[in-house]
């Protein structure tokens, strides 16, 4: 497992996986406006993964802040809050890690400057260990659902880095595997930025997880031919209402499993259910370069110059067509995630 983020040295290490998996290299930050730019251009992707870098990013922005009171640091640090806010607009970990951040700023606002900014570097660590923490419990809570020599497929990355490590919905699989389960997992390539033929493949054959790439419109090939058995996808953000917001063609995918009777699961951590929303629909949906769209990787234009073009960068999974959502706290079906936010949930009771 390589880490996916780092401090070292007082400079954030951030793996560029536009690079993957070509080249495994890592961008260095010096100051927040870089780690910023690392979020908005994907060197991190991934919800989990976006939310520990925006911590670390706020951790080095503080370094950056001169300031003689906490009065006169606040609203410096609060811009750099808005700045990073403004990454990325639908993986609402992003916003719950700049909110965790800065309640923990004013816990602290009474202990001098220097001593806050040491204490930032290591709350964002302590993000890091929290978040592999979780991960390894959603996969133990959602291994119960994988069988020994079951086909799964998913869709995008959801996996170790697309979060501070382990994944959500890879790391069911890993899960499942580490239980003595053999599993074989096709992977939608995930048009147009191609997390699941450059990462998610790649980390499966290094994690010796027998795997299959295929393109996102095969998916009803190989359903139809009963050859897969469950699909496991992460979330950027869930709604109250169990609806998800995950990588543009998960809907697509839970159409078809419906379809075939093939149950759909969405591994994901507390830190992604937006309990402020209702539903889906007040979901904010990221729209991204049409550049993704017409050329191939940035590369080969496959378009004609000046065509319109759509690039939303997500898409709403309506809480219907999910089987589960698995958290760390057990898994749970979507009509009663809410019950997690109204302390409704005694999570022995709910869980499936
Ligand atoms: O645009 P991306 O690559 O950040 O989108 C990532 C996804 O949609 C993932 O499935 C989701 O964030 C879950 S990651 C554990």
Redesign the pocket.
């Known amino acids: 497992m390589i880490p996916t983020v780092e401090w070292k040295d007082g400079i954030v290490r951030m793996l560029d996986q536009t690079k993957l998996p070509l080249e495994t290299v890592y961008n260095e930050c010096r100051d927040y406006e870089t780690v910023a730019k690392g979020i908005k251009e994907?060197w991190v992707?991934?919800?989990?993964a976006?939310g520990v870098s925006a911590a670390m990013g706020l951790a080095l922005g503080a370094r950056q802040i001169t300031a003689s009171s906490f009065d006169e640091f606040w609203p410096k640090f609060e811009e750099i809050c808005a700045h990073m806010a403004a990454t990325r607009p639908t993986?609402v970990n992003l916003f719950w890690a700049i909110d965790r951040i800065k309640k923990f700023v004013q816990k602290n606002k009474d202990k001098d400057l220097s001593a806050i900014k040491d204490l930032l570097v290591r709350e964002s660590q302590e993000m890091i260990d929290d978040d592999i923490a979780t991960n390894r419990k959603i996969g133990a809570n959602g291994a119960v659902f994988v069988s020994d020599n079951d086909n799964i497929i998913t869709h995008?990355?959801?996996g170790s880095i697309?979060?501070a490590g382990y994944?959500?919905?890879e790391g069911v699989m890993r899960a499942a595997v580490e239980d003595g389960k053999k599993i074989h997992v096709y992977v939608d390539e995930t048009r147009p930025?191609l997390?699941g033929a450059r990462l998610t493949t790649w980390e499966l054959m290094q994690e010796n997880i027998p795997c299959t790439l295929i393109t996102d419109n095969m998916a009803g090939y190989f359903l139809y031919r009963d050859m897969i058995d469950l699909a496991i996808?992460?979330?950027?953000r869930i709604a109250r209402n169990g609806d998800v917001a995950?990588?543009i063609g998960t809907y697509s995918l839970a159409v078809l499993c419906k379809e075939h009777g093939i149950p759909f699961y969405v591994a994901a951590p507390l830190s992604t259910i937006d309990f402020s929303i209702e539903s889906g629909a007040d979901i904010p949906i990221e729209e991204r370069d049409p550049r993704e769209v017409t050329h191939v990787f940035g590369k080969v234009q496959i378009a004609p110059d000046g065509v319109k073009v759509a690039n939303p960068?997500?898409d709403v999974t309506p809480a219907r067509y999910i089987t589960a959502i698995i958290t760390e706290k057990g898994a749970f079906q979507p009509k009663d995630i809410h019950k997690l936010a109204d302390g409704k949930l005694d999570p022995e009771r709910f869980r499936l």
Do not use: E, H, Y
């Open positions: 994907l992707r991934g919800a989990p976006i993986a995008c990355n959801a697309a979060t994944g959500t919905a930025v997390q996808v992460g979330a950027d995950n990588k960068a997500f």
